[in-house]
C-alpha cells in the first residue's frame, strides 16, 4: 500500500483501510503498523481478563509460545475479533445484550466474520450450571474427531451453501466451497502437534470440574468453557475440508487458550506441580517445535521463516 498507494485486494473493510490508510499517511514503518496491531490484539485480551489477574501471566506465556502467536499474526484482521470475543464473554455472562451487539457492529468494520458472534450471545441461555460433565464433553470430542476424518455429511449442507449463486457469491462458492463439497477432501496427519493439541484439551476439560470449584464465582468462567468444547468440537469435525470452514471455529477456539490459563492457575494455586508441568509441555512446546522443523528440516519450495528482524536483509 505504501509503495503503490493502492491494495492488493478490494474488499477490505472500510475500518481496516482506514486504520491501513492512515499508517501509510504518516509514511509510518512497517513494525509500527503491524506493532499496532499486536498491541490491539493483546489488549483485548487483557481488557477482557483484567479483573482476573491470575490468569495473565499463563495467557501471556501460551500466547507467545503456542499457536496463537503466528496465527494472530498471519490472520491479524480475524485475530482482533478473536480477541475481542474474549473481552466480550463477561457481557454474555451478564447478559447484557446490547453493549456486546455494539461492539460486535464495530469490530465488523475491521472484520465481517465478526457478525457470526452475534448468534453466540445465545451461549448465555445454555444451562450452564449442568455444563462441565467430563465424560460429555470428551464424548462429543472423540464423534467430533471420527466424524471429521471424512466429512462426508457435508453433503447434507450443500442446498445451504449454493444459495450463494443468488447471492451474489456464486465465485467465491466455486473458487472455495464446490471441490469441498464434492468429496476432495485434504488429509490433517496425527502427528505430534495435534496429537498434543487433542490431549491439552483432554486434560482441560478433565480440570474443569476443578476450575469450577475453586473459582465458583467467576460467572464468565462457564461461557469460555462451553465456547471452547463447541469450537473444538467443530473445528476437529471440519479440520480436514478447508480453512473457510474452518475460520468461523477459531472465533470459538480462542477460548481455548483462556481455558488453558485458568487450568494453570488452578494446578498452581494447588501446588499440583507435575500436572502443571505436564500442561506446559503440551502448550508451550509449539512454537520451539516449529523452530526446530524449520531449522533442521527445511523444504525448497516454502520456507517459513517464523523470526524476521526488521533490520535483515530479504
Same mark, same amino acid.
Given at each position: 500500500?505504501?509503495?503503490?498507494?493502492?491494495?492488493?485486494?478490494?474488499?477490505?473493510?472500510?475500518?481496516?483501510?482506514?486504520?491501513?490508510?492512515?499508517?501509510?499517511?504518516?509514511?509510518?514503518?512497517?513494525?509500527?503498523?503491524?506493532?499496532?496491531?499486536?498491541?490491539?490484539?493483546?489488549?483485548?485480551?487483557?481488557?477482557?481478563?483484567?479483573?482476573?489477574?491470575?490468569?495473565?501471566?499463563?495467557?501471556?506465556?501460551?500466547?507467545?509460545?503456542?499457536?496463537?502467536?503466528?496465527?494472530?499474526?498471519?490472520?491479524?484482521?480475524?485475530?482482533?475479533?478473536?480477541?475481542?470475543?474474549?473481552?466480550?464473554?463477561?457481557?454474555?455472562?451478564?447478559?447484557?445484550?446490547?453493549?456486546?451487539?455494539?461492539?460486535?457492529?464495530?469490530?465488523?468494520?475491521?472484520?465481517?466474520?465478526?457478525?457470526?458472534?452475534?448468534?453466540?450471545?445465545?451461549?448465555?441461555?445454555?444451562?450452564?450450571?449442568?455444563?462441565?460433565?467430563?465424560?460429555?464433553?470428551?464424548?462429543?470430542?472423540?464423534?467430533?474427531?471420527?466424524?471429521?476424518? /471424512?466429512?462426508?455429511?457435508?453433503?447434507?449442507?450443500? +442446498? #445451504? !451453501?449454493? &444459495? @450463494?449463486?443468488?447471492? *451474489?457469491?456464486?465465485?467465491?462458492?466455486?473458487?472455495?466451497?464446490?471441490?469441498?463439497?464434492?468429496?476432495?477432501?485434504?488429509?490433517?496427519?496425527?502427528?505430534?502437534?495435534?496429537?498434543?493439541?487433542?490431549?491439552?484439551?483432554?486434560?482441560?476439560?478433565?480440570?474443569?470440574?476443578?476450575?469450577? /470449584?475453586?473459582?465458583?464465582?467467576?460467572?464468565?468462567? +462457564? #461461557? !469460555?468453557? &462451553? @465456547?471452547?468444547?463447541? *469450537?473444538?468440537?467443530?473445528?476437529?469435525?471440519?479440520?480436514?475440508?478447508?480453512?473457510?470452514?474452518?475460520?468461523?471455529?477459531?472465533?470459538?477456539?480462542?477460548?481455548?487458550?483462556?481455558?488453558?490459563?485458568?487450568?494453570?492457575?488452578?494446578?498452581?494455586?494447588?501446588?499440583?506441580?507435575?500436572?502443571?508441568?505436564?500442561?506446559?509441555?503440551?502448550?508451550?512446546?509449539?512454537?520451539?517445535?516449529?523452530?526446530?522443523?524449520?531449522?533442521?528440516?527445511?523444504?525448497?519450495?516454502?520456507?517459513?521463516?517464523?523470526?524476521?528482524?526488521?533490520?535483515?536483509?530479504?
Amino acid at each position: 500500500m505504501m509503495d503503490t498507494g493502492v491494495f492488493t485486494r478490494h474488499n477490505y473493510e472500510v475500518g481496516f483501510e482506514w486504520i491501513t490508510r492512515g499508517f501509510v499517511a504518516c509514511r509510518s514503518h512497517y513494525t509500527l503498523y503491524f506493532g499496532f496491531w499486536a498491541l490491539l490484539q493483546a489488549a483485548l485480551l487483557f481488557i477482557g481478563l483484567r479483573d482476573r489477574k491470575h490468569l495473565l501471566p499463563w495467557l501471556s506465556l501460551v500466547l507467545v509460545l503456542n499457536i496463537w502467536y503466528i496465527h494472530f499474526m498471519n490472520t491479524i484482521r480475524q485475530g482482533v475479533v478473536e480477541c475481542l470475543f474474549v473481552a466480550l464473554v463477561p457481557l454474555i455472562a451478564e447478559r447484557r445484550f446490547w453493549p456486546y451487539a455494539v461492539c460486535v457492529l464495530l469490530a465488523s468494520l475491521i472484520h465481517r466474520a465478526a457478525l457470526l458472534l452475534l448468534p453466540v450471545y445465545l451461549l448465555c441461555y445454555a444451562p450452564l450450571r449442568r455444563v462441565g460433565k467430563p465424560w460429555l464433553a470428551i464424548g462429543c470430542l472423540s464423534v467430533s474427531v471420527l466424524i471429521g476424518l /471424512k466429512p462426508v455429511w457435508l453433503e447434507v449442507f450443500r +442446498p #445451504v !451453501f449454493q &444459495l @450463494a449463486q443468488p447471492l *451474489g457469491f456464486g465465485d467465491w462458492y466455486q473458487e472455495n466451497m464446490a471441490d469441498v463439497l464434492s468429496g476432495n477432501f485434504r488429509w490433517v496427519t496425527f502427528g505430534p502437534a495435534r496429537l498434543m493439541g487433542l490431549a491439552a484439551v483432554v486434560m482441560v476439560i478433565l480440570l474443569y470440574p476443578a476450575v469450577r /470449584k475453586r473459582f465458583k464465582e467467576d460467572k464468565a468462567l +462457564p #461461557v !469460555f468453557y &462451553l @465456547a471452547m468444547v463447541i *469450537g473444538e468440537c467443530l473445528h476437529q469435525a471440519l479440520i480436514n475440508t478447508s480453512f473457510y470452514f474452518l475460520r468461523p471455529t477459531e472465533l470459538l477456539t480462542i477460548c481455548t487458550m483462556v481455558m488453558i490459563a485458568y487450568s494453570c492457575s488452578l494446578l498452581w494455586q494447588t501446588r499440583r506441580r507435575w500436572q502443571l508441568a505436564v500442561l506446559l509441555a503440551l502448550t508451550i512446546t509449539y512454537v520451539p517445535i516449529e523452530i526446530l522443523k524449520a531449522s533442521y528440516t527445511p523444504t525448497e519450495t516454502n520456507v517459513q521463516v517464523l523470526y524476521y528482524f526488521f533490520f535483515s536483509p530479504i
